[in-house]
C-alpha cells in the first residue's frame, strides 16, 4: 500500500543551503527516503543573514525581505526535488519548512525562523507546515532539540541504549534507552565556531576533513577556559545557538593572546569533541551505541578525537539505520509535518522543558 508524500526543508545554523528530503511514510515507525536535493545559499544570502544574528539597521524590512528571498529559494529546493524524483506536486501532503533561525532566546519566552512559509505555499501550490518551535515555548519550554522525538519514533531499539548525534552549526544529543526512555538537548557547538575560524583564515566555508585543523595542536588553557562557559554546566532541558556561541564569544576567549590559527582550529575541534562527551557522561546513562549525523560527522579530526574519548562505545554514523547522515533533519521535518497534519503531538516535554507534548507548527493550505 503506497503511503503518503512529504517533503522536508531544514537550512540550519552552518548556513550552508537548504537540505530537501522527499519521504514517504506508511506508519509511524517506517519511512522511505525516496530522493534528496541540496541547494546552497548564495554568499550573498548567507552574509545577510549572518548581519541578522545581532541587532542592526533597519533588521525587521531586512528579515521581511530576506524571508521573502528564502521562501523562493526554498521553492528552487522543492522544484528541484520534484523534478529529479519525477514526482508531481499535487502529490505531496506537505512541506515541512523549518525556516532559518535568526534569533532562538527562550529564556525571553521567543524563538524566530524566517522563510516566508505563506510565499512558499504560493510559489509550490503545497500545503506548507512551518513555525514549529514557538508552540513550546508557549508551553514553557525550550523549543528545541525538536528531532528526538522523531529519533524515538524511528531509531528506538529495545535492546541498545543508543545515542544520536546531530553535528551541525550546534550539536545536539538523543538519548534513547531501551527501556523507552527518551531525552535530549543541545551540547554546545558543533560546526559553528570552527566554520567562521576557517572562513577568517582561510577564506574556506570550512574544513573539510579538519586537515588544517590537524596541522595544529590544542592549546589545553584555551580548551579549558572555553568548557569552562556556565552553558556546559547548566542541566537539560538546555538548547542553544549563535546568540551566545559566536565570533564574539570566541574573541572573549582570544583576547589578548597570541595563539597560531591553525592551534587554534585544533582546539575547536577538541571542544565540540570534549563537551559532547562530557554531556554524555553528565546526562545520559549507559550508551551502547553512537550514531553520528549531519556535516560534522565528515569531519574526520573530530570524529577520530570523539572516538578516543568514548573508548569502547561503538560509534558509526546513521547511515548505518538507514538514513544519510546529511538528511536526518530534513527527513525529520517532514515527520513533523506529518504529526502536525494528522493531529499528532511532536514534542517530548521531557527534552523542551515544556508543560506537556504539543502539536507543533502553523499550517498553511495549498
Known amino acids: 500500500m503506497a503511503g503518503e508524500l512529504f517533503i522536508g526543508l531544514m537550512s540550519g545554523t552552518s548556513l550552508d543551503g537548504v537540505d530537501a528530503a522527499l519521504v514517504e511514510f506508511k506508519d509511524p515507525q517506517r519511512l522511505h527516503v525516496l530522493h534528496t536535493y541540496f541547494l546552497r545559499y548564495p554568499a550573498s544570502l548567507r552574509a545577510d543573514i549572518l548581519a541578522l544574528q545581532h541587532p542592526t539597521e533597519n533588521e525587521l524590512e531586512a528579515s521581511a525581505l530576506i524571508a521573502n528571498t528564502l521562501a523562493r529559494l526554498y521553492a528552487d529546493a522543492v522544484i528541484g526535488l520534484l523534478n529529479e524524483a519525477n514526482i508531481q506536486a499535487d502529490t505531496i501532503a506537505a512541506i515541512g519548512c523549518h525556516g532559518q533561525t535568526i534569533r532562538h532566546r527562550p529564556e525571553l519566552g521567543f524563538t524566530m525562523q524566517i522563510g516566508n512559509a505563506a510565499l512558499l505555499a504560493e510559489l509550490t501550490s503545497i500545503t506548507v507546515i512551518s513555525d514549529f518551535r514557538s508552540r513550546d515555548i508557549a508551553a514553557g519550554g525550550q523549543g528545541a532539540p525538536l528531532v528526538p522525538a522523531f529519533h524515538q519514533a524511528v531509531f528506538a ?90 565570533h564574539h564569544w570566541l574573541r572573549r576567549h582570544l583576547q589578548h593572546k597570541d595563539y597560531q590559527p591553525n592551534d587554534v582550529a585544533r582546539t575547536l575541534v577538541a571542544l565540540t569533541a570534549h563537551s559532547i562527551h562530557n554531556a554524555l557522561e553528565a546526562h545520559c ?82
Not at 536526518?328 to 511532536?346: D, G, N, P, S, V
Request: net charge negative; with cysteine; hydrophobic share 45%.
Open 285 to 366: 546513562g549507559a550508551v551502547d551505541e553512537i550514531y553520528l549525523c549531519g556535516g560534522g560527522a565528515r569531519n574526520l579530526l573530530l570524529t577520530q578525537h570523539l572516538g578516543s574519548l568514548l573508548g569502547k562505545v561503538k560509534v558509526t554514523n546513521i547511515d548505518d539505520l538507514g538514513i544519510g547522515i546529511d538528511w536526518a533533519e530534513a527527513i525529520a521535518f517532514a515527520w513533523l509535518a506529518k504529526q502536525c497534519l494528522h493531529k499528532q503531538t511532536a514534542s517530548l516535554a521531557q527534552v523542551t522543558g515544556a508543560r506537556g507534548d504539543r502539536i507543533l507548527g502553523a499550517i498553511y493550505q495549498a
Open 157 to 246: 531499539d529495545h535492546n541498545n541504549n543508543r545515542a544520536i548525534i546531530n553535528i551541525g552549526g550546534i550539536a545536539n544529543i538523543t538519548y534513547l534507552a531501551h527501556s523507552g526512555e527518551t531525552f535530549g538537548f543541545d551540547s554546545g557547538p558543533g560546526n559553528m565556531l570552527l566554520d567562521a575560524w576557517t572562513k577568517q583564515h582561510l577564506n574556506l566555508d570550512f574544513d573539510a576533513n579538519g586537515d588544517w585543523a590537524s596541522s595544529g595542536k590544542v592549546i589545553a588553557p584555551l580548551l579549558a577556559d572555553m568548557l569552562a562557559d556556565t552553558y556546559f554546566s547548566l542541566a537539560p532541558p538546555k538548547s542553544t545557538g549563535r546568540d551566545l556561541f559566536n
